[in-house]
Structures are given as C-alpha cells and as structure tokens.
C-alpha cells in the first residue's frame, strides 16, 4: 500500500550542507511515494503520513551516502534516512539502497538498525529506517575510548555481528560509520547492509581496487580479490578488528595513499601492536586484536561468540582485579560448521616456479612465458591464482581467460576473454592512466 505526502519547504530545518559534489536532501513540493508504511505503526502507535513534519540533521556522510536523523517538533518520533550523495547515483548505489531494504525481514532491532520504508522523491530513491538512537561510532573516536567503555562496546559488536552471522548472513563492510552506539548504554546497532550476502562463503573476483565493492580501509584481505581465498564470515570479524584497533588507538592499523596501497597493506604489512600505540593496553587486549588481524582467516577468530568470550574475560578481570590477566586467545572460540582450508597445500615448487618468473619480468621487463599442464581438476588455476598477491606492489594487472568446450568453434575465444578483462581494468582507472594506454596501444598499432 502506498501513501503519498507532500513536502513542505518551509518546514523542513537542514542542519548541515553537503559537499558541492554531493546533493543535500532538499525539502520538494512534489509528493513523495512511501512504501510499506503500515509497518511504521509499532513506532508510535500510528502510522507516519507527513514527512514535511521532520528537520533533518545529518550524522555522517561520505562519497556515496549520507545519513540523516528526521526529527519532529509535534512529537517524540525520530527516523533515519540514508540519501545518495550524489544527484545522479549510479546503477550500483540505488542497487545497495533496494538491497538493505530487501534484507529487512532477516535483521533483528536488538542489534540492527531496521529498514521499513523506500521514499522516492521526484525519482530519486531514499531509505527510511527505525531510529535506534545514539551516534555513528566514528563521531566518537576522536581520542581512543577508555578501557571500560572499549570493551563493553567491543562485547556488544562482538555479540550483534555473531547473531548477524546465526542467520547466515555476511555484512561485507563492517566499520565505526556503519556501526550505532548509545553512550548511556553502550548498546550497538549495525547498519549498511547494502553489500551484505546471504551466502555462506563467495569468492571476490581480482577487480580493480577502485571499484571493488566495501571500504578500503577496513576491508579483509581475501575480500580484495588478491589472496586466492574465498569471503566468509571471518571476513567480517578481520574488517572488526580493524574497527576496535581504531577504538582504542584512534587511528587505523595502517595508512596508505591509494587504493593499490591499501590492498597492499591489508594482504601483506603487519600492523604495530595496540600496546605500542597506547601505553595502558593490556597486553591480552592487544594479542585478541592482532589475531583478528590475522592474513589468512584460518589464524583468525572463527566466530563472533568466540571473540566475544574473551572480551567479557578481559571486563571481568579488569572490574575485579584492576587489571586483565593474560591468557591464551581463542580458548572457547568452536566453530558449529566445517570450513574447509583454502591454501594450496603440496605445489610449492609450482608456485615457487611462477613467482619467480614474475619477480623476473619485474626486474627487466622483458616477457616470459610459463606454461601450466595437468589433468582436469587437478588445480592449475588454483597455483595460478596465487600470483595475485605477488602483482599487487608492482601494480601489475592479472587477466586470464578459459578454455571451455562449448566454445570451441569461436575463434580466439580464450584470449578475447583475458582481453575483456584487461580494457575493463584500463577503463576504470583515472583518464591521465586511461590516455597513456590510449597512446601506448595507438603508438603500437601505428608501428606495426
């Protein structure tokens, strides 16, 4: 059932403006098509007909999405809405808006913060969500939090990202922004799932750093597409290690000036310990830390409830003793499903073959080539696939195609593939990059 309201310019309060790149959700005469609205009677009793009622304050922002708490004088109800930045979002960004909506039936608003309601305004599609209260996490980490507060944070997003994972479903981004905190409670909600997956385990395939779906910054190393593993839900817990290094540190584990360097960081730099950063870290607080930073997912924690074991060890010990013992991590952290490992086990002289060859072409240029034989299944992508990790410092580009038997009688099919991949990497880097392909590739043609 849809319910039309009208926005009214005089009454609707923008707190902040946005970026001259971005767009400020802007009150409109025109009407406004909320969908699903008989599932907003639980907020106050009634229904929600006039949206013209609400001052917006922004909460957080960045280059895809802004989020705004809508605030009403005649009453005590309160709502989120998450906008595209942009007046002309991309295919992908509506696709993330339908996508958090569509999952609103598996999230719990114990520990999530529940969609109820897409708004579109002059074909501009808005989210509406159930306000929990409290702040994006990010607003509080400016100075590292106090120990206490850390932790309690730390056991309540430690105990929302394991019932996310009960019910089978992967976050994909999970970072201070996406995470709601009440400073009078400490209780968290989790929000932005619009790269979440249902799907138990997925492979992310080697697409270019700029465009891969997530945040950099805190993305786990096999979500870049770089490691030859699969994303499961040890990549949520490794993207909420970095969350909590932040949260007692106050920076991110690491740094880095571009996309490549940040895939980079994630798949090969350790980083510093917490307690070389902050000086009343207990060493056991900083050891749960660093296993969550773990490179592969197998030394990692294996569950949310494992983890959360720890925090609450770590809380009683520092409300009993003053202090938190050390102990060894991961003790009650039992997995209830078999995951089978993903390394390349038996083919290191294989792949010692390949890489050696690449650092090779690295060091003088010249081409190489090393051809992989056996039978079928016997794992031949699977050694080539570990040359994704090696390429990426020297910003080296993997492309490959496949030969398949119901393509046989198209010509160069295999190589076309490989190729495809190859201009569609090219393509989505800035255009000075793009222009001195164009040139190289028009300077080679014309040689020829």
């Known amino acids: 059932m849809a319910i039309r309201g009208k926005w009214d310019h005089s009454s609707v309060d923008l707190v902040s403006t946005a970026k001259a790149s971005q767009v400020e959700l802007r009150a409109s005469p025109a009407n406004v098509e909320v969908y699903d609205l008989n599932e907003l009677s639980d907020l106050a009793g009634e229904a929600i007909t006039d949206l013209s009622a609400y001052a917006l304050e922004r909460l957080r922002g960045d280059t895809e999405f802004v989020l705004y708490r809508a605030r009403s004088d005649a009453d005590t109800r309160h709502i989120l809405v998450l906008a595209p930045a942009s007046e002309q979002p991309s295919y992908s960004t509506l696709k993330r808006i339908e996508h958090e909506y569509a999952l609103r039936t598996e999230l719990d608003p114990a ?190 924690y294996q569950t949310a409830a494992g983890l959360q074991a720890d925090l609450k060890r770590c809380l009683e010990d520092l409300e009993r003793l003053g202090r938190i013992e050390p102990f060894v991590t991961g003790a009650r952290d039992v997995s209830d499903r078999l995951t089978i490992p993903e390394k390349v086990y038996g083919r290191e002289r294989e792949t010692t073959v390949l890489l050696d060859a690449f650092e090779r072409v690295v060091a003088s240029g010249a081409p190489e080539l090393v051809l992989v034989s056996g039978h079928s299944g016997i794992g031949k992508s699977s050694i080539v696939n570990e040359l994704h990790k090696a390429i990426v410092l020297p910003r080296g580009i993997f492309v490959s195609g496949k030969f398949d038997q119901y393509k046989r009688d198209i010509p160069y099919a295999t190589l076309a593939l490989a190729f495809q991949t190859l201009i569609r990497q090219i393509l989505s880097r800035n255009e000075a990059e793009v222009g001195r392909r164009r040139d190289a590739l028009r300077d080679a043609i014309d040689s020829g």
């Open 111 to 300: 520990w999530a913060v529940l969609p109820f309601a897409l708004v579109r305004d002059k074909g501009r599609t808005l989210l509406a969500l159930k306000d929990p209260g409290g702040q994006p996490l990010d607003r509080l980490l400016e100075r590292p939090l106090e120990l206490k507060q850390f932790l309690r944070v730390a056991i309540a997003l430690a105990a929302a990202l394991s019932r996310l994972h009960e019910r089978g479903i992967i976050h994909k981004d999970i970072k201070p922004a996406n995470v709601m905190v009440s400073q009078a409670s400490d209780e968290v909600w989790l929000t932005g799932f619009g790269i979440a997956t249902d799907s138990s385990r997925e492979r992310q395939a080697p697409t270019p750093p700029q465009i891969i779906a997530g945040t950099l910054a805190y993305m786990a190393p096999e979500q870049t597409g770089r490691m030859n593993r699969s994303i499961d839900s040890r990549s949520d817990l490794y993207s909420l290690g970095v969350t909590l290094y932040q949260m007692l540190t106050s920076a991110l584990p690491f740094t880095a000036s571009d996309p490549v360097e940040w895939v980079y960081c994630h798949i090969a730099r350790q980083p510093s310990p917490p307690e070389e950063r902050r000086k009343d870290v207990p060493a056991a607080l900083s050891a749960i830390v660093l296993k969550l930073l773990a490179k592969a997912a197998e030394e990692r």
